[in-house]
């Protein structure tokens, strides 16, 4: 009885509830939502940056969409997000899948994959830039030949040095969700299908990857919206050069922000950025399916 | 004590506006009492700069100079969001040129032609050449300090001999290097193609030799489809025909100048030759170990073109660095910068600490001591181009608008990559250079 009279009255702890919110809301009002209205606003504008602001209408939304840089920085992040999701998940499944099994020394292996994800990216892109330089890198120093190629300097090679430097440094995070992921499967699910005689493959395919539904829409979903803002990686590595070859929606607004003093259109891109981003995450929940809330664990 | 939507939305919407002024507050211009001066890093210049300042600090210590430094690529943007923030430093370091006059055009640093008239001592004492592109529209905003930095074409002695061959004299000379120097293995020049202004000084000289000084000077002026001129046609054709040759190093697009991996490439005999800025000979003396003192480290002015107009004297470059102020300081913080300019600025001993480190400061008066100093032959060498030099041309990117700037270095980067034609490349710049 004491116990029970002990708890505060319900109408208190309602109270305290919207206070518990207001830090995180304050934090994503002062930097998220007003942000976003002053980058909408000077979309509107010319601006260079350093003198006054002129409201020009739609002068900057013209510009830049009659540009032929922003498909061609449109198709370069979706390739980016493409590709880097086909060589992620797979990775990450399997590492997941492994690190969540008894093998031994599981939990070393596990420390070794995660220590790419303590690392910065600039750091990660400074050493991988020197480790790949054709004259003074790996290769010219270990002399093979067939690791000293230009490997920033050709769009074709720097593309796939970006995203096998991307996916290094990402795939031990998303294992990490993995593992969560297939540590919640119920063991009985993989006992009974022993009895039944399936085959660890088997298994894999008809439990492991089935129950691991959501956790591959969540994991797609950082994925593929994370890959819409890459910026500090490909910024130190290749500059988004060589030529244009690697200059994703991220770099390009910076590139005509603050290199070439162009703001109204520099924003845009960035609504554009926002507007596809919502846009994609909104897609990957449909993808859960309209019962995204119902249990996969039914009838277990 | 329920709180509803509306104090909620109020407390949103105050709250980081309140706090996004607190934060803000501590570095602005009109905090403090010192002045603030921010310049790029880099040894061994950057030595120089802390050390004209720490001296002006020592001398002076009611007032302070509170110094900070960037590296090059980064410095040029974050010193643009500064000032159009309004939290520029007192003291802002440049270039001159096209985006010097983009402060100017905002208002954003103070007019110091009186200043000059008032000081003709400070202003007689410098170069009559830098104060070119100090100067918007008849006004003077910056004050000319540092060095004079034509581009010059550095080459290793070294490999030349191996390869028994001596310097090109002429452009053909240079096409006809490269299978030489392939043959062996070595680069027959070094570039450090990310950077983008690397690849740009290539055609700022190609121009220069085959249209004469006339043919940038029609660019800048903003004449209708200036860059599609047959000459400017066949210069941007001729750095494509050495691209395609082979003629610079491999994997070049990728090499970053800020890194000095281009010039440790030369230094190391991995390439023969390199088109640099004159500053590249103290970082050589610096990284290269025995390579300078040795007399391996060869210079000349680059080649003619074959029919070109140009005069084989022009050159192109940084004819000095630059300091203005920004409007926005204190008065008092705007009195400490221009007693630095008039008693900080290019005194004896960091003249003396330039020529040290095989440069020619902007100061008159200083051919005794560049004939004394252990690098006397590349002081005279540097000090009678910028004195005899025909036409001494601002390089590009800094003589344009930073718009302008952006689209030409995209586009040159393009042009090394083969990914334009010269047509093309003409073609894209017309559209932002033209009136």
């Known amino acids: 009885m004491s116990a029970v009279t002990s708890r505060p009255p319900r109408h208190e702890q309602r109270n305290v509830l919207p206070w518990l919110v207001m830090p995180a809301l304050l934090m994503f009002l002062g930097f998220a939502v007003l942000p976003l209205v002053g980058v909408f ?113 050709r769009p074709g090679l720097a593309f796939g040095v970006i995203i096998f430097v991307v996916s290094w440094q990402f795939v031990p995070f998303h294992s990490l969700i993995y593992q969560g992921g297939v540590q919640q499967i119920p063991k009985s699910l993989y006992e009974a299908a022993q009895l039944d005689g399936a085959g660890r493959v088997r298994q894999f395919f008809s439990i492991t990857l089935p129950q691991l539904k959501y956790t591959i829409i969540t994991s797609s979903t950082l994925m593929v919206v994370g890959s819409l803002t890459f910026f500090d990686l490909i910024f130190v590595l290749t500059e988004g050069g060589p030529g244009d070859a690697t200059r994703v929606l991220a770099l390009d607004m910076y590139k005509r922000g603050f290199q070439a003093s162009l703001m109204g259109p520099a924003s845009v891109i960035a609504v554009i950025l926002v507007l596809v981003g919502l846009l994609l995450a909104l897609l990957l929940r449909r993808l859960g399916g309209r019962d995204a809330g119902a249990s996969q664990l039914e009838g277990v | 004590m329920a709180i509803s939507r509306r104090t909620l939305l109020g407390l949103a919407a105050g709250v980081p506006v309140s706090a996004a002024l607190a934060g803000c507050g501590s570095s602005g211009p009109g905090s403090g009492t010192g002045a603030t001066y921010w310049y790029l890093n880099g040894q061994p210049q950057e030595g120089v700069r802390a050390g004209a300042v720490d001296a002006f600090n020592k001398a002076n210590s009611k007032t302070q100079i509170k110094d900070t430094t960037f590296q090059n690529d980064a410095y040029k943007t974050k010193i643009k969001t500064a000032i159009g923030a309004g939290k520029a430093p007192t003291i802002i370091w440049g270039w001159g040129g096209g985006t010097l006059r983009t402060y100017v055009e905002a208002g954003q640093v103070e007019d110091l032609t009186s200043w000059f008239d008032q000081h003709s001592d400070v202003k007689k004492r410098l170069f009559p050449s830098s104060f070119g592109a100090a100067t918007v529209d008849g006004k003077i905003y910056a004050m000319p300090c540092e060095t004079v930095q034509p581009i010059i074409l550095f080459y290793n002695r070294r490999v ?257 990559q083969l990914s334009v034609s010269p047509k093309q490349f003409a073609d894209n710049l017309n559209a932002v250079t033209g009136k």
């Open chain 1, 41 to 153: 606003a000077l979309s509107f504008t010319t601006w260079d940056g350093i003198g006054a602001i002129h409201a020009t209408g739609l002068t900057s939304w013209r510009k830049v969409l009659s540009d032929p840089g922003l498909p061609h920085a449109l198709w370069v992040t979706f390739l980016v997000m493409a590709v880097s999701w086909a060589v992620q998940t797979p990775a990450s499944i399997l590492i997941g899948v492994f690190l969540a099994g008894r093998q031994r020394y599981r939990a070393v292996l596990g420390v070794v994959y995660f220590i790419p994800l303590m690392l910065s990216s600039a750091a990660i892109a400074i050493a991988y830039k020197a480790l790949l330089n054709p004259n003074f890198g790996l290769g010219a120093g270990l002399d093979i030949d067939l690791l000293s190629q230009d490997w920033l300097g």
């Open chain 2, 160 to 416: 030349f001999e191996k390869i028994g061959a001596e310097p090109p004299k002429s452009w053909d000379d240079i096409m006809s290097l490269v299978p030489k120097f392939l043959a062996k293995d070595i680069a027959p020049f070094s570039l450090g193609g990310q950077s983008r202004w690397t690849n740009m000084m290539w055609l700022e000289f190609l121009f220069d030799r085959i249209g004469g000084a006339e043919l940038f000077q029609s660019i800048i002026e903003g004449e209708k489809n200036a860059w599609s001129q047959p000459d400017a046609i066949k210069a941007l054709t001729k750095v494509q025909d050495l691209v395609r040759a082979h003629g610079f190093v491999k994997g070049f697009s990728s090499i970053t100048a800020d890194s000095n991996a281009d010039q440790a490439l030369l230094y190391t005999d991995k390439a023969a030759m390199m088109l640099h800025g004159a500053w590249s000979y103290g970082i050589q003396k610096n990284d290269g170990k025995k390579f300078v003192p040795s007399g391996a480290l060869g210079y000349m002015t680059f080649p003619p073109v074959e029919g070109g107009k140009g005069d084989p004297s022009d050159t192109v470059g940084n004819p000095a660095q630059y300091l203005s102020i920004s409007s926005k300081a204190s008065a008092e913080q705007k009195k400490v910068a221009k007693d630095y300019f008039a008693t900080g600025v290019l005194q004896d001993e960091e003249v003396k600490k330039w020529i040290d480190n095989g440069s020619v400061p902007i100061r008159l008066g200083t051919e005794k001591l560049l004939a004394s100093s252990e690098s006397a032959d590349f002081l005279k060498f540097t000090y009678d181009i910028a004195s005899k030099a025909k036409v001494f041309a601002q390089s590009w990117d800094q003589a344009l608008s930073p718009t302008a700037a952006e689209t030409l270095l995209d586009n040159i980067v393009k042009l090394f």
